[in-house]
Nanobody
């Protein structure tokens, strides 16, 4: 089993920046991909960004150029640096991890991001 603990989140003005962090524990040697998903009220959970064990990243089109997803393999953490935030970025953000490179097997508890216009 893998446990994911998120930190960060909160209220930010549109155009501002926010950083989310996620620390993994447990069977961390089994983790391949880590990433972030988000879910806004009334919407399905959607991919924001992922990074695999080789450092390859994948971003949702809506966040490209604004968000980055650095990963510290030694500390087993992944960060979501969010810049130029928009109202439509407001959602609950979930840290995610998968044993392989494609599927997600573990989820964090979620952290709220609110963007005021």
């Amino acid at each position: 089993q893998v446990q994911l603990v998120e930190s960060g989140g909160g209220l930010v003005q549109a155009g501002g920046s926010l950083r989310l962090s996620c620390a993994a524990s447990g069977r961390i040697s089994s983790i391949g991909v880590m990433g972030w998903y988000r879910q806004a009220p009334g919407n399905q959970r959607e991919l924001v960004a992922t990074i695999n064990s080789g450092g390859r990243t994948n971003y949702a089109y809506s966040v490209k150029g604004r968000f980055t997803i650095p990963r510290d393999y030694a500390k087993n953490t992944v960060t979501l640096q969010m810049n130029s935030l928009k109202a439509e970025d407001a959602a609950v953000y979930y840290c995610a991890a998968g044993i392989g490179s494609a599927s997600i097997d573990y989820w964090g508890q979620g952290t709220q991001v609110t963007v005021s216009s």
